[in-house]
């Protein structure tokens, strides 16, 4: 495994995100709804710094389980609190495919808010399949499977305080039998 982005930099990226967030929505309030569970590091350190009245909340998404390969994407909005007329800004770990934030953006906005946007800690450069970008990003990487502030493989190393990329001798050290990494989450 080798470090992509350092925990420091990381935590200058999140205050500038939070800093870019409390300009644009000066004034007003703000419901922000986490990616679970790869946004947890990224939504908690961010909330902290956002000035503006504010509600938080979850959604469950997921493709992935256990694999490299996105799958089904399977929504969970049991613990999404209500929408309706509220600015919301949908945050996640990672924009890879694109297909998670397209398809949350389109259930929030359907759901009543006010306006969806969307802000992702890491933007993979070359693997979008949707015309959707995220609204904000902190960094944009390369077409590499990464882990660490959230994001996992096989729900490990998620706890890890920089963002790393594992090789595929780290995969195959797994077992998983995987020649190549591909994307780490979509």
Known sequence: MRTLIEAD???RGVARLAAELNERYAGGSLTVLGVMTGSLM?????VRKLEM???VGVIQASSYRGTTEPGELRLSLDAMPDVVDQ???LVDDIF???RTIDRLTEVVAARGARSVRSAVLLLKRGRSRVTRTPDFRVF???DEFVVGY???HRDRYRNLPYVAVLEPSDLDAEGTGIDDAVSGAE
């Open 9 to 11: 930099e990381i935590e």
């Open 42 to 46: 990224l939504l908690a350190d961010l």
């Open 53 to 55: 009245p504010l509600r």
């Open 87 to 89: 600015e919301v800004l």
């Open 96 to 98: 890879d495919t694109g």
């Open 140 to 142: 944009e990487i390369p």
């Open 150 to 152: 959230g994001l996992d």
